[in-house]
T-cell receptor, first 116, second 111 residues
Framework: KAGVTQTPRYLIKTRGQQVTLSCSPISGHRSVSWYQQTPGQGLQFLFEYFSETQRNKGNFPGRFSGRQFSNSRSEMNVSTLELGDSALYLC???????????????FGPGTRLTVL | AQRVTQPEKLLSVFKGAPVELKCNYSYSGSPELFWYVQYSRQRLQLLLRHISRESIKGFTADLNKGETSFHLKKPFAQEEDSAMYYCALFGSGGSNYKLTFGKGTLLTVNP
């Protein structure tokens, strides 16, 4: 099975711009979750989508949003970029996602976003 | 609120020595705990999870609810165990579920 893919792998933006990142899950996985990884804060959960609906979310401002399509592919959007948004953004997919005992997450390679 | 603490940023041991990576958590309910690992130039991947009680690559982890810990152990470290290790807690705050990671421990196994 092909793994989780993320595009683009690297991105440079300037403050105030917006950005959209894409994640294609493993075939058959209906849950996609997003994470921000920074040296200071580590890995932080952003949100989880399941069957095109945002099912769970972390503690990030509304500038961070996402969506999921009928083929389970997901996009994450960050509006009005700030310098502090520079990070590695990871997505992960799983069969059942954030319910029950929690499903194993399969991670993508990440998108490195630099905000200048 | 749920929190995961990995007190050691760096841990260095010699090949063949025992290794223990510490993980403490704070959570009001019954936690589901995981260890994820990231080898050099590879993706983050699951190493083991509490609920399956498996031993993966010789690693084990026992949930100690009294001490709120989920330490990862291996009796004889190998050089290929060198990697970044993350402890993670899956839990809910009301109806909202989250996966909370510790900040990770970089394990180096020296020859």
């Amino acid at each position: 099975k092909a793994g989780v893919t993320q595009t683009p792998r690297y991105l440079i933006k300037t403050r105030g711009q917006q950005v959209t990142l894409s994640c294609s899950p493993i075939s058959g996985h209906r849950s996609v979750s997003w994470y921000q990884q920074t040296p200071g804060q580590g890995l932080q959960f952003l949100f989880e989508y399941f069957s095109e609906t945002q099912r769970n979310k972390g503690n990030f401002p509304g500038r961070f949003s996402g969506r999921q399509f009928s083929n389970s592919r997901s996009e994450m959007n960050v509006s009005t970029l700030e310098l502090g948004d520079s990070a590695l953004y990871l997505c992960a997919s799983s069969l059942a996602g954030f319910q029950g005992a929690g499903d194993t997450q399969y991670f993508g390679p990440g998108t490195r976003l630099t905000v200048l | 609120a749920q929190r995961v603490t990995q007190p050691e940023k760096l841990l260095s041991v010699f090949k063949g020595a025992p290794v223990e990576l510490k993980c403490n958590y704070s959570y009001s309910g019954s936690p589901e705990l995981f260890w994820y690992v990231q080898y050099s130039r590879q993706r983050l991947q699951l190493l083991l999870r509490h609920i399956s009680r498996e031993s993966i690559k010789g690693f084990t982890a026992d949930l100690n609810k009294g001490e709120t810990s989920f330490h990862l152990k291996k009796p004889f470290a190998q050089e290929e165990d060198s990697a970044m290790y993350y402890c993670a807690l899956f839990g809910s705050g009301g109806s909202n579920y989250k996966l909370t990671f510790g900040k990770g421990t970089l394990l180096t196994v020296n020859p």
